[in-house]
């Protein structure tokens, strides 16, 4: 791809770097801009950013679960424009394929789009909807999830959706219906990637690594400029990494300094834990922003969701996580969303 003007001021715009660094990048990554990004990130010269191009696309989201919590539904429903989105016979729509799927266990997009309702084939039912409504509309994403128990949250907007299924004792499953939606409203709001930090990929978690360590180690120049104190520059990123030599090099380390500050042995005991539970804190932050279960919890900022289910009962295990965010993955680049709901559309 061609390093023009427009791409380097878009990524300067992403990542806040200079405008030869952003060239620099471009021309090292052949024109990539999601790999230029890492690369500056990697550099200390860039902040994270959002993945270059994504619009938010107009629709809704839906969901149904059904009537004993062990089955849920999550639609994404495409219109061009939100004075579409919330229009009544939109909404309606948009209800009625969420119940279609959910009455019929259509799994994906690719099987609703290939199904019959109300005695006619999908395409010409939609085709029927968009004359009605005027405008092109696109069944975008659709999918499942089944477990011993199952629920979900829709944000009022109808922007974001969330269903979550878990496995647990019998005699606790309305406990844990209630708890599943209160963890999909935080979902809704926090944006987990995966269940646990163990379904991290470890390429993502090393490149995150030597990225955040990069942005750290930037802003401690500027911080030693100022002459304001450094921020600590952490050795690792997720739990993944934090093997048991990891650590015991951690407490060992956190002896020498109470050995070298003349703390009595005696009571090395009493510090070393809060020192290492700190360190574990430290060092596993990209964790708390991508893996469900180490996220500080909304409801309670002190604990993480991990806590706050083992408190209501410690049976409870989250099994599977789908969430829908309107517009997300759809690049608008040279062409903008209506396009792209042409496109789908077979226009």
Known sequence: ?????????????????????????LNETGGDLDKAVQALREAGLGKAAKKAGNVAA????AIEINSDNTKGVILELNAQTDFVAK????INLTKEITSHAANNGIKDAEALNSSSINGQEFSTFLAEKIATIGENIVARKLSTLSGEVVNGYVHVTGRTGVILAAKCDAGIKDKAAVLLRNIAMHASAM????????????AFVESENRAIRAEIEAENEELVRLKKPLKKIPEFVSKSQLTDEAI???????????????????????IIPGKVERFIIDNTQLDGRFALLSQAYVMNDKQTVEQAIAEVDASIQITGYVRFELGEGIEKKEEDFAAEVAKQMGK
């Open 58 to 61: 107009e629709g809704l989201i």
């Open 87 to 90: 229009n009544e016979n939109f």
């Open 1 to 25: 791809m061609a390093v023009t003007p427009q791409l380097i001021k878009e990524l300067r715009e992403l990542t806040g770097a200079g405008m030869m660094d952003c060239k620099n990048a």
């Open 248 to 270: 015991a090099a951690a407490k060992a380390r956190f002896e020498d300094e109470l050995r070298a500050d003349g703390k009595p042995e005696k009571i090395w005991a009493n």
């Open 191 to 202: 944006k987990p990637t995966v269940i646990s930090y163990k379904d991290l990929d470890p």
